[in-house]
């Protein structure tokens, strides 16, 4: 009697355990509010660092997070609870991630079955449906949405059917390209080498020359007041402005965020030379008006610049405005109220890094306190102070908004109004 009696306590222990694993949940968040790549255009068997947005998406500031891909290959497959350690993001702060990758290697890696030149291949058919992912605690109990990372396809093809020799591409491709650049967005620099001429010959009939090295550029912002030189006897200089073939036979000039590029220019070794730019409060007060630059055949013997004359494509394009985020907005509706109202609290266009907004309502002896939902445009709440603050006497009622972090970022008192 006492062997089945203990029996039985095993069996249904062990089914308790196997019940409560399976109640186990994944927690879902949403996906990326924003993503961008740089450089803005990429070819998928060349480095490219994509960003992630996950402000509003639910996921704790800061925390790990990982990239779970299955197309076109799966490289982390079999490992949803133990995330890789090459499949981690990098955390930038402000609830930006990054991965940085050559798309071709990265998915002929791991538990992938194909090669480089697979990958290459199948992404530039039709039948590719794109980068689909999702980001993930390295347990995989947090998830975000399933979503399509940005790639250029439809770029390349554009660019092919335009019959222009050179193309700007600046900003966020979900938000649409725009050839007129701005100081901090993403610019990449497309050009057609058998349409774009250096010293009245293509690009193309240029790079068979047999002394042919590179293609470099020479470039500066407002009429040259702030430059990136062309130093042809410094290598990090020539790495940093090479204009550079890719597979699909187009030219492109990564030049990543002109404000970060035109911020410093590479000099011996590791000396790096400030421009006015360098500095934050310069930079964002800066005004952007064009930048001129200079497409030229670097000289084979690096002892000097190479011929400004003949040897060069000199062109110029102009700046677009940039548009900065709106200062917050904070609102208070109905603007008189007792504790016996319902008010509503909306806070508008809310710092990067706000995260979920708090509210601490204070009236007499009582404190109300909660969340305010919504996104970063825009998080609103309504409160019914009858329920909240019953019985409640007070000559003034206190609000404060607060970060996620705690932090305040409104504080507002209220006069109460004598109830006739």
Known sequence: MKKNCIKNIILLTAF???????????????????????????????????????????????????????????????????????????????????????????????????????????????????????????????????????????????????????????????????????????????????????????????????????????????????????NTWRPKCLEKVKVKQLTNGYWVWNIGVPGDYFATNPGDGDEIIPTILADADTRSAYELENICYLVVKVQPNGEGNPDWGPNSGDKSQKAGAAVPYPDPVFGIFPTKFTPKDIITLTRQYNERNAGELKYIVKAGSKTLTGEIPGVRDKRTVTLNLTDELSGTTASEIEIEIQKEDGTPVEKRTIQVPTED
């Open 16 to 230: 308790l355990l196997v019940s409560m694993a399976g109640a186990a949940q994944t927690i879902d968040h949403g996906g990326p509010q924003r993503m961008w790549t740089v450089p803005a255009v990429f070819s998928v068997d060349e480095e490219v660092t994509f960003y992630f947005d996950m402000n509003d998406a639910g996921f704790r500031e800061g925390v790990d997070l990982y990239l779970w891909c299955w197309n076109p290959s799966e490289p982390d497959a079999g490992n949803w609870e133990n995330s890789s350690d090459f499949a981690k993001l990098t955390y930038q702060g402000d609830n930006i991630y990054t991965m940085t990758m050559v798309p071709t290697k990265y998915f002929s890696s791991g538990a992938s079955s194909m090669s480089e030149q697979e990958v290459y291949d199948y992404c530039q058919t039709a039948d590719w449906p794109g980068f689909w992912c999702r980001l993930k605690t390295k347990d995989g109990s947090e998830e975000s949405d399933v979503f399509q990372a940005p790639d250029s396809r439809s770029e390349w093809t554009d660019f092919a059917e335009s019959g222009q020799d050179v193309k700007f591409y600046s900003g966020i491709k979900a938000q649409g390209f725009k050839e007129l650049f701005t100081l901090n967005d993403p610019l990449t620099v497309v050009f057609n080498g058998d349409l774009f001429t250096i010293g009245g010959r293509t690009m193309n009939e240029v790079a068979q020359d047999a002394d042919f090295i590179q293609f470099g550029t020479h470039a500066g912002l407002n009429d040259w007041e702030v430059q990136q030189q062309l």
